[in-house]
């Protein structure tokens, strides 16, 4: 019996080692959707552009025939052999980039293997949803698309502009509005310290007005790092982006917090902010505020410098 079940696992992890080959050492996916099983159909970003990102990791960008998406499936299917699955995420920068008849082939052939399944999820840009038509989304609804992931990251279009995020906040406002239209519930990346100093009160200004005009079930709220990678570095070396200090991103997002009137999860536990925290809004706006007042009165009493460089050497060995 030992036996058979160590093979089974060596079996299991040779097959994740197949199916995510050519996603790099970081592979990334919403956070709202960590515990989905996770569907290879693109690699790396359609676009790719964005000067702070460097999630990529300079890969570029390919479209998965059918063929090999089934074969990717039917791994999954004996991966989670004897377990329900019902949740679903299409692996990839921008999945939902790809055209409406082929994302609608790639639900048959996650329903062909997993007939529990309840809904199926994706990074997607703005621009990709506002290029398919209303009949195209909600066809998609009906084919069990849902909880989308946007990276909207500012709500403001000098920072967008900026940034080079190849999407106004015109095109980020329709885009939620569309999948509103057609019932397909999305979560939202926002990205603190995106404007840099300079452009920090137009960031926090414009994004709380944006999302207050939308329904997003969940704001993700990151805070911007440079990676090594990102053309934002060189912005920097020049003096073009002066960036904020960690301890003024997080005053930056409890400004944003304090001003969105919507029912949705704030979650700012990624490990890119300086304090992990998530409530609800409005039940829990007022604790979350408290929350981060005594959060930074505690901060400006220590030393940040050691504070974040014990915070990220405990990243490295989560």
Excluded at 272 to 290: Q, W, Y
């Amino acid at each position: 019996m030992m036996s058979s079940s160590s093979e089974r696992i060596r079996n299991i992890n040779r097959l994740k080692r197949e199916i995510y080959r050519e996603y790099g050492f970081y592979y990334y996916v919403p956070m709202a959707e960590a515990y989905t099983v996770q569907v290879p159909v693109t690699v790396s970003c359609s676009y790719g552009k964005c000067l702070f990102c460097d999630l990529n990791q300079g890969m570029k960008f390919r479209e998965l025939p059918l063929d090999e998406i089934s074969g990717h499936v039917k791994n999954l299917r004996l991966i989670n052999e004897g377990r329900k699955s019902s949740r679903f995420l299409l692996a990839g920068g921008n999945p939902f980039v790809l055209k409406t008849e082929k994302l609608l082939q790639i639900s048959d052939i996650i329903r062909e293997n997993f007939p529990e399944c309840s809904y199926i999820s994706a990074f997607s840009r703005a621009d990709d949803i506002t290029r398919k038509t209303p009949e195209e989304l909600k066809a998609l609804k009906t084919a069990g698309y849902d909880r989308l992931c946007i990276g909207i990251e500012s709500g403001s279009d000098e920072v967008l502009k900026f940034q080079n995020k190849g999407v106004t906040r015109s095109g980020n406002l329709q885009a939620m509005k569309m999948l509103d239209d057609a019932d397909i519930k999305y979560s939202v990346y926002i990205m603190l310290g995106l404007g840099g100093q300079d452009m920090s009160a137009a960031h926090v200004n414009e994004t709380a007005s944006l999302l207050n005009m939308a329904s997003p079930f969940e704001l993700t709220v990151v805070t911007l790092v440079l990676f090594k990678g990102a053309e934002l570095i060189e912005r920097v070396k020049s003096h073009e982006f002066h960036r904020m200090h960690p301890l003024d991103a997080l005053k930056e997002g409890r400004k944003l917090l304090s001003m969105l009137e919507i029912p949705t999860i704030w979650d700012a536990t990624h490990k890119t902010n300086i304090f992990p925290l998530k409530g609800k809004i409005p039940e829990h706006k007022d604790k979350l505020l408290k929350r981060i007042d005594d959060v930074i009165s505690e901060i400006e009493s220590t030393d940040l410098k050691q504070y974040e460089l014990k915070r990220w050497r405990k990243w490295g060995t989560e």
